[in-house]
């Protein structure tokens, strides 16, 4: 299946109702919490998840246009952003992704994944450096991203 016929499928499936999101509270379950809700995927949340799908299929100029179309339409999705951010990683955007992934992790400094994505991001920027000062300064981000991901 090409990239463009995942699309249309996703989309099919959205606008037919067929995709849907199952929403459990974080906190344990008991009598005393809402039960969970199912409702049809959103647009944003389906754009985001056909980025995720395209970065694993090894497309990441498709991802980016995904991931900014949700932005366009929601420009606080944390999720949006990460996926923007490793997107432009992969294509060694590199400011463009450090941007990305900065402005996540200030939406959403509790999450211990935007920590990790941001580490993840310095270490991909150590391999790519062509001096080992370089390599150096983007491993010690990284080590301090990484060790801020506390669950």
Do not use: C
């Amino acid at each position: 299946m090409t990239t463009m016929q995942a699309e249309r499928r996703i989309e099919h499936a959205l606008f037919d109702r067929e995709i849907e999101i199952i929403e459990i509270p974080l906190v344990e379950l008991d009598a005393s919490e809402p039960a969970p809700a199912i409702r049809p995927a959103s647009q944003n949340e389906v754009a985001v998840a056909l980025g995720d799908a395209l970065l694993a299929a090894a497309d990441p100029a498709s991802a980016e246009t995904q991931f900014r179309s949700a932005l366009a339409r929601e420009a606080g999705d944390v999720r949006a952003h990460a996926g923007l951010g490793e997107a432009l990683r992969r294509q060694a955007r590199w400011s463009e992704a450090e941007a990305e992934f900065l402005r996540a992790l200030d939406l959403a400094p509790e999450e211990p994944q935007r920590h990790l994505d941001l580490g993840g991001f310095y270490e991909a920027q150590a391999r790519a450096a062509d001096d080992p000062a370089s390599s150096k300064r983007h491993l010690a981000r990284a080590r301090i991203r990484r060790s801020r991901a506390t669950i």
